[in-house]
């Protein structure tokens, strides 16, 4: 089965972060995964041109109807017509996820990440409140490649935990 990991980010990033995005997105086609994420520009794109520079795939998860509106290095264009609503579905399409910089859209696909039990490292992202998420964590990275090697470690936890204690069905209950 293929192996993804969402890639979420601003669509106006600094210079910084579309570059630690890229790379991002590089070292995780060098090492096997898809880049999924929302299709557009900034941190999307950067993702997706890094992956596809390495040899990767992309799939790109557009707000609008129109597939055009995918950046170039999107490989799988789903246009899903659900504007802020597409959040969702980024969110939990990947193994794992990684959160570069970000304002409110990338804070809302954390959210919804960590609500469904996906685990998100971030890069440069928002500081939450460990004390108000009790067991869900945000782990911060200092470079790409520790953000992608933190994902893939939890990605690959993730996976072992899921095989140890049910089914999904359950899993999801517990998360409420």
Not at 37 to 64: D, N, P, Q, Y
Not at 89 to 114: F, H, K, M, N, Q
């Amino acid at each position: 089965m293929e192996r993804l990991i969402a890639i979420f980010g601003p669509g106006r990033p600094t210079r910084q972060e579309y570059n630690q995005a890229a790379e991002v997105g590089r070292r995780l086609a060098e090492r096997g995964f898809t880049v999924i994420c929302g299709g557009l520009f900034g941190v999307m794109e950067a993702a997706c041109m890094g992956a596809k520079e390495a040899g990767g795939r992309t799939v790109g998860i557009l707000r609008t109807y129109n597939r055009y509106e995918a950046n170039s290095y999107v490989d799988t264009v789903i246009p899903s017509g659900l504007g802020d609503a597409r959040n969702i579905l980024v969110a939990t399409a990947g193994e794992a996820a990684i959160a570069v910089a970000g304002r409110l859209g990338t804070l809302s696909e954390i959210a919804i990440a960590l609500k469904h039990g996906i685990p998100v490292v971030g890069l440069g992202t928002w500081k939450l409140d460990r004390n108000a998420l009790f067991d869900r964590l945000l782990p911060e990275a200092r470079t790409p490649e520790q953000a992608v090697t933190m994902a893939i470690e939890l990605a690959d936890q993730r996976a072992a935990e899921r095989l140890t204690s049910g089914t999904a069905g359950e899993l999801a209950d517990d998360l409420e």
